[in-house]
């Protein structure tokens, strides 16, 4: 099993930004793929970005030009850096652990993040 933590999130006013934190604790492999999603109200889960250890990194197009993910190896900690946040960006931020080539997924609690327009 795969512990993950986030922290970071918060209201912030349209135009401003955010860092989210995930912490990875347990039965971490190295190559666990490590991301992030989002679900706002009413609306399914979807991905933001998800990044290997190596450093492979696939972002939505809707956020590509604001939103970089990054992660510490050693730390087991991903990183999401949100800028340029607009309304639409208001949702619960998820983030997972996913094993390399397989279907096996944690998922941290979630961490809201409200953009005031």
């Known amino acids: 099993q795969v512990q993950l933590v986030e922290s970071g999130g918060g209201l912030v006013q349209t135009g401003g930004s955010l860092r989210l934190s995930c912490v990875a604790s347990?039965?971490?492999?190295?190559?666990?793929?490590m991301g992030w999603y989002r679900q706002a109200p009413g609306k399914q889960r979807e991905l933001v970005g998800t990044?290997?250890?190596?450093?492979?990194?696939n972002v939505a197009d809707s956020v590509e030009d604001r939103f970089t993910i990054s992660r510490n190896n050693p730390r087991n900690t991903v990183y999401l850096e949100m800028n340029n946040l607009r309304h639409e960006d208001t949702a619960v931020y998820y983030c997972?652990?996913?094993?390399?080539?397989?279907?096996?997924?944690?998922w941290g609690q979630g961490t809201q993040v409200t953009v005031s327009s």
């Open positions: 990044i290997t250890s190596g450093g492979t990194i």
């Open positions: 347990g039965d971490v492999l190295s190559n666990d793929i």
């Open positions: 997972s652990c996913r094993r390399s080539n397989t279907a096996t997924r944690f």
